[in-house]
């Protein structure tokens, strides 16, 4: 039966669970009402799709408006370099010749370039010698994770808790939209934010492509959390909905917290 509408939650209240923005005992509340209502659970995902989508959009018209960051700098030393020898000062003393205040600007400019690249990609990414790039979490921009409306009866019924063998024509999208078209696939696990097995959506804001290595915080390490937020879920010890959010919020975070290290165990290294 569906709730009389006073009963359910009001966008605001949504919108601020999303964001994290509910006092301790107000976030209690709307996630057990959450739990219970189908109705509310289905309009918080439409709201995180929706927000997910402006995301999306902003990010890459506001990308497209950013000059790479190499030729300018280029072609400033080049400038400098010119200015200097015609004055006949060493490059260098030209260099630190320059008023306090263009040195701010530069600076100013340079920290503005590093908070965009922050902010528009934030995930810990770092290269590896042999030229993976180790992407341990996901862009929630692109990645903010989907999941099924299903209860907790209807996920732990499911027999197979292994994640779905993802489509080839879906991961070469999953690669293209986090800028990684040559990357070789053997490397990368497509994997879901959200594990099917926690009823994670075939969607791909539920997909990113996780490292295989480079890394140790990688998709064997998160298979290890994944079972075990299923075990803790379908034994009554953990409700769904809180499983699902810890892991897509960042399942980093939630390794450490539901297994109790701040690293991986050594199985998995």
Not at 82 to 89: D, N, T
Request: glycine share 6%.
């Amino acid at each position: 039966m569906m709730l009389p509408q006073e009963s359910h939650l009001s966008d605001q209240e949504l919108l601020m669970a999303a964001d994290g923005e509910l006092s301790e005992r107000d976030d209690s509340r709307v996630q057990m009402h959450l739990s219970a209502c189908w109705h509310c659970r289905t309009r918080k995902q439409e709201i995180e799709t929706a927000i997910g989508e402006f995301i999306r959009i902003h990010r890459r018209t506001f990308a497209m408006q950013i000059p790479p960051a190499a030729g300018p700098r280029a072609l400033l030393k080049a400038r400098l370099a010119q200015l200097a020898e015609k004055q006949g000062i060493p490059w260098l003393h030209w260099f630190r010749a320059i008023s306090w205040r263009l040195s701010s600007a530069l600076l100013a400019a340079s920290c503005g370039l590093a908070a965009i690249s922050y902010f528009t990609f934030h995930s810990w990414v770092g290269r590896e010698a042999g030229g993976v790039v180790a992407v341990p979490v996901p862009n929630p921009s692109l990645t903010p994770g989907a999941a099924v409306l299903a209860s907790e009866k209807e996920v732990c019924s499911e027999s197979n808790t292994k994640n779905k063998v993802v489509p080839v024509a879906l991961q070469r999208r999953v690669f293209d939209e986090y800028g990684m078209r040559p990357a070789n696939p053997s490397a990368y696990e497509i994997d879901y934010l959200i594990t099917p097995a926690l009823g994670g959506a075939d969607d791909i804001h539920n997909l990113w492509p996780q490292s295989n290595g480079g890394t140790v915080w990688n998709a064997q390490v998160k298979d290890e959390l994944e079972d075990h937020l299923r075990d803790l879920v379908c034994d009554g010890q953990l409700d769904l909905a809180t499983a699902q959010r810890d892991i897509a919020s960042n399942w980093i975070e939630a390794y450490k917290k539901y297994l109790h290290t701040d690293q991986p165990l050594t199985r998995f290294r």
